[in-house]
């Protein structure tokens, strides 16, 4: 089975480059302390690689 992460917005993206902006949006994230639930492909793995600062992940253990 794929691996899932548990994605939380943990920084604000006030004065931040607007490509990494850009990228929490494509996340999914709306407002700061938001939790998204992500399979780990090679673009989200790209995406926390990018913003990895301003969020903090966690595995997800399937049952």
């Known amino acids: 089975m794929a691996e899932k992460v548990k994605i939380t917005w943990v920084k604000s993206g006030i ?3 607007h490509r990494h902006r ?3 949006r494509a996340l ?3 407002h700061l302390n938001q939790t998204k639930i992500h399979t780990l492909t090679p ?3 790209g995406m926390l690689d990018q913003v990895g600062y301003l969020c903090k992940v966690e ?5």
């Open 22 to 24: 850009r990228t929490l």
């Open 43 to 45: 673009q989200i793995k």
């Open 15 to 17: 004065n931040r480059l």
């Open 28 to 30: 999914g994230f709306t």
């Open 59 to 63: 595995k997800v253990e399937e049952a």
